[in-house]
């Protein structure tokens, strides 16, 4: 059984940062692709940013390219999803996802239960 946990997620102000987690247990990260995505209230969930197993190639979508980074620490089994100059419409909530045979957007066969990220202006 494949668990996926997002952490760090929370309230900031608008041209701030934050930096959300994702834990995949149950299996190594090493060979997987991990995805992130994002739901806005009232809106589809949308796929953001991607990295592949041995982390060569990354994706992200347009919208935050330049400010978005995601990397990741396979020793920790950790996908790490740096937000840098923050916008209120980045506000979401913020899912991670793991596994797929579709780079980059997926389908994804495991998904965690999601972090809100809210930024003020």
């Known amino acids: 059984q494949v668990q996926v946990v997002e952490s760090g997620g929370g309230l900031v102000q608008a041209g701030g940062s934050l930096r959300v987690s994702c834990a995949v247990s149950?299996?190594?990260?090493?060979?997987?692709?991990v995805g992130w995505f994002r739901q806005a209230p009232g809106k589809e969930r949308e796929f953001v940013s991607a990295?592949?197993?041995?982390?060569?190639?990354?994706y992200n979508t347009g919208s935050i390219e330049g400010r978005f980074t995601i990397s990741r620490d396979n020793a920790k089994n950790t996908v790490y999803l740096q937000m840098n100059s923050l916008e209120p419409e980045d506000t979401a909530v913020y899912y991670c996802?793991?596994?797929?045979?579709?780079?980059?957007?997926?389908?994804?066969?495991?998904w965690g239960q999601g972090t809100q990220v809210t930024v003020s202006s």
């Open positions: 990295i592949r197993w041995n982390g060569d190639r990354t």
């Open positions: 149950g299996r190594t990260i090493r060979n997987v692709t």
């Open positions: 996802a793991a596994e797929t045979g579709n780079w980059p957007t997926g389908p994804y066969n495991y």
